[in-house]
């Protein structure tokens, strides 16, 4: 049973198409993941950390419908167990396999489900999810902006990717639930703020602040705000479709995960068009939007920032997003955990995967040779500060996390059994997830 609060990293694992679906922007391959992942998990263990968001690669693991390769997955998730670092497992990373085509399929969230329970199956013993990754910005690139996969660029085409993508998230959850009763969810999700930079801009800049919750106003099953459900329906949204998301409630098992960089806020010019305004707000300010919206518990699942010229940028971005994240926590919002993403430096990210450069970007805790940056040194030396200060679980969440090497003691196996027997009783099940609406 894990009783603090979660210091986490990620393996990035980004996998979207560009070119015309003709080039996979694989980040672990890119990385050097594939070949060096033993050391990966060596690293992990060197800073201190027991939690490691992580997933297979969908387009090499899943092959058809009911068909995998699972020869990497089988390889890699054997030795987190071994190692007992507990897995939050990112199944669908900005991409899907060349055979689903991309998000505009209306088939993509039945069959992603299937995956989804399957995966659970060959797995048992995993206990914490993010089964799609940032889903609002996974539909704005690929269908809204026309960067990645589908390259579409219309409000229709990104409402499309979004129900789809949304819709492929709640029925994994209900699978992966269906055969780990005590599973919990991690919604990793970019946190936005538009700023109007004058009075014309208002109106532009409030509709935008209102889009920023689309994927999880559908996701937790809250009804939309007014104009963006005529957004919805007039770009292709049914009644039947919105209604899915307000009958399908997973929040009860869900844990708000709040991505923040220094480009998640932006500044909104008279015509709606938008550029990079850096941190304004910050974290702290935004996550409580988030939270006063959700009321769940919440973690910090992903910030980076360049390690620069002076070779401290980085790691004061780091404090400067703890400080953020107590600073949370001291105003009484549940928070249980932090991420530093990624592990490894990434590549061509400067282009947000739209070009193959190879371009290497300093934004991990180790470069690419697996030497340590400063701010690896600085998150090591964070975490073993803070690692038994902060109560997390305790406090924050119902159901505790057990690690990988309690799966099968009699305490972790009562606790799945309860939590079978709770999904299991439809009127008990109801009542969670009306009360889980109510929060």
């Keep these: 049973m894990v009783p603090h609060f979660i210091f986490a990293t990620g393996i990035e694992n980004s996998y979207p198409t560009i070119q015309g679906g003709k080039v996979r922007m694989d980040e672990m391959e890119k990385c050097g993941h594939y070949s060096y992942w033993k050391r990966d998990f060596d690293l992990v263990q060197e800073l201190g950390i027991s939690f490691l968001r992580y997933g297979p690669p969908i387009h090499t693991t899943w092959l058809g419908p009911g068909h995998y390769d699972w020869s990497f997955a089988d390889e890699t998730f054997q030795d987190l167990r071994r190692r007992d670092i507990v897995p939050i497992v990112d199944l669908c990373h900005f991409g899907v396999p060349d055979w689903l085509g991309n998000f505009q399929n209306p088939d993509f969230p039945?069959?992603?489900?299937?995956?989804a329970r399957d995966f659970a199956k060959r797995f048992p013993w995993v206990q914490l999810y993010t089964p799609v990754n940032e889903m609002y910005i996974c539909a704005e690139f690929s269908a809204l902006f026309g960067w990645w996969n589908e390259q579409l660029t219309s409000d229709k085409a990104f409402v499309t990717a979004l129900k789809y993508i949304v819709k492929a998230n709640v029925l994994a959850m209900q699978a992966i639930a269906g055969v780990r009763p005590d599973a919990l969810f991690v919604q990793s999700e970019s946190s936005e703020y538009f700023h109007a930079e004058n009075p014309a801009a208002i109106k532009p800049a409030e509709l935008m602040n209102a889009k920023r919750f689309l994927s999880l106003d559908l996701n937790y099953g809250r009804r939309v705000?007014?104009?963006?459900?005529?957004?919805?329906m007039d770009n292709g949204m049914t009644r039947r479709e919105y209604h899915f998301f307000l009958e399908n409630k997973m929040k009860h098992q869900c844990i708000m995960g709040n991505d923040y960089y220094k480009t998640n806020e932006h500044r909104v010019s008279a015509d709606g068009s938008t550029r990079a305004a850096g941190e304004i707000f910050g974290y702290h300010v935004i996550t409580s939007q988030y939270h006063d919206r959700y009321r769940l518990p919440v973690m910090h699942t992903e910030t980076n920032l360049w390690q620069g010229p002076c070779g401290d940028e980085a790691v004061n971005w780091l404090w400067k997003e703890w400080a953020n994240v107590l600073r949370v926590r001291n105003d009484g919002v549940p928070i249980i955990g932090f991420t530093w993403y990624s592990l490894t430096d990434q590549m061509d990210w400067d282009t947000a995967l739209r070009?193959?450069?190879?371009?290497?970007?300093?934004?991990?805790?180790?470069?690419?040779?697996?030497?340590i940056r400063p701010v690896g040194e600085a998150y090591k030396q964070l975490i073993a500060d803070w690692g038994q200060v902060l109560p997390a679980q305790s406090v924050c969440l119902q159901v505790p996390i057990v690690l990988p090497s309690e799966t099968d003691e009699p305490w972790a196996q009562k606790q799945r059994e309860q939590a079978r027997r709770i999904r299991t009783n439809r009127s008990t099940a109801d009542a969670n997830t009306a009360s889980a609406a109510s929060v």
């Design 110 to 115: 039945a069959l992603f489900a299937r995956y």
């Design 225 to 232: 705000d007014s104009e963006m459900y005529e957004y919805l």
């Design 355 to 371: 070009e193959n450069n190879n371009n290497v970007n300093p934004l991990g805790l180790y470069d690419l040779d697996r030497n």
